[in-house]
């Protein structure tokens, strides 16, 4: 039986957040940020009137695959198809700069080589979600680096995935070149899947409209295809949001995609994206930090946006972006999520990292999630209307 004080909950966060996201729109501050605080202020960080649970997290993890589905299906393939190479540079160095970095701090504070290196790891990937909310907000998310953000969001993911399988089996002896070839093989074939059966869908559903029009039943198999390719993503060793964005991508170029966007778009921004944003504020929970922990997660923090901002920035500029593009990649790789907590979580179960560590873990998410669409909306701004990323606070 459900526990009535769910919809109590749910009741107190869809109000709050709502009015949180209009009183940071009128303080030129993005509404994403406005949805996080509202999650701080009722979750156990501050009044504790929501605790955190399993209800929210599933609806909260409903939300993320609706927002990664919806960014798939405003995703312009071509321009997709055409930065795959940039965004995997992009990708390659952000990860790089993050997991030097966290190896660099971790090992400042005396952990050893192995765990340093967790360490690392945990701050290599960003969130996606977060970001292609703060792009959608500011308009930015079909642009030429809001693609590369998005492409190289992918390449995070897989990465991480891969290097925490190697780096787990190297910390139980049970790494060979053998079970990272067959991590490999598991994400090709799931590339395959996901192209063969993409390719179907969208000539399918063209042929759908072209017979029938637009129905709205179309998006009821749409929705079925998203939560389809998120089960096989998670099967062959993914994370499910990658399965639900390259479902969103097979729609994109359909000529019912904007039906279905606006669909899929409504449902979500009523109930399940209000409850993810809010959710990562209810898991803050500060307590247990001593002094020595609270100066390594402000370094920790710091580390975690300059890597990124610094590494992927630096990728884009290779790939020729100017200056103001990689700024706006690098800051649009900053936000951490999802992924940060799998990994904490994996590398505390299996005895390599200390429980003490998510705090500051939870921390280092809150705080690059507030900052990241602050620091976006500055860097598409006109810097001729804005100095700083707070600059519309000053007035």
């Known amino acids: 039986m459900i526990d009535s004080y769910l919809f109590l909950g749910i009741a107190l966060i869809l109000l709050s957040t709502k009015a949180f996201s209009i009183l940071f729109k009128r303080v030129h501050l993005p509404q994403v940020v406005g949805a996080l605080a509202a999650g701080i202020l009722l979750g156990p960080a501050l009044f504790n009137v929501i605790q955190p649970s399993e209800a929210f997290s599933v609806l909260a993890e409903l939300g993320v695959i609706f927002l990664l589905f919806s960014a798939g299906m405003e995703t312009d393939f071509k321009q997709l198809r055409n930065s795959l190479k940039s965004s995997l540079l992009i990708s390659a160095l952000g990860v790089a700069a993050a997991l030097g970095g966290g190896f660099a701090i971790a090992s400042l504070f005396g952990k050893p080589p192995f765990e340093s290196f967790l360490i690392g790891v945990i701050i290599a990937s960003m969130s996606t979600s977060v970001t292609v909310e703060a792009l959608q907000e500011i308009g930015k998310l079909k642009t030429k680096t809001g693609t590369a953000i998005l492409g190289a969001s992918l390449f995070d993911d897989i990465f991480v995935i891969v290097i925490l399988a190697v780096v787990m089996g190297a910390g139980t002896n049970d790494v060979s070149i053998a079970s990272i070839a067959m991590i490999m093989v598991r994400i090709a ?47 062959f060793g993914l994370a499910d949001i990658i399965g639900a964005y390259i479902a969103g ?39 247990g930090l001593t002094g020595s922990m609270i100066l390594f997660t402000a370094l920790f923090a710091v580390v975690a946006i300059l890597s990124k901002v610094l590494g992927c920035g630096l990728g884009a ?17 900053i936000a951490r999520g999802e992924v940060s907590f799998i990994v904490v979580n994996k590398a505390i179960i299996a005895g390599f990292l200390g429980v003490q560590l998510f705090p500051s873990v939870i921390a280092v998410v809150l705080i690059t999630v507030l900052i990241a669409p602050m620091l976006l909306k500055w860097a598409y701004a006109d810097r001729r209307a804005a100095q700083s990323p707070f600059a519309d606070n000053m007035h």
């Open 189 to 235: 074939l799931f590339f395959v899947v996901a192209i063969l059966t993409g390719f179907g869908v969208n000539k399918l559903f063209n042929l759908m409209h072209k017979r029938i029009g637009s129905k709205g039943r179309f998006s009821i198999f749409a929705l079925a295809y998203c939560f389809f390719m998120a089960f096989l993503a998670e099967q």
């Open 249 to 287: 991508i097979a729609f994109c170029n359909t000529k019912c995609a904007e039906a279905l966007e606006t669909n899929t778009r409504t449902l979500s921004y009523m109930l399940f994206t209000p409850i993810f944003l809010a959710n990562i504020g209810l898991q803050a929970s500060f307590a």
């Open 317 to 333: 500029k290779i790939c020729k972006f100017t200056n103001k593009e990689s700024l706006q990649v690098g800051t649009g790789m």
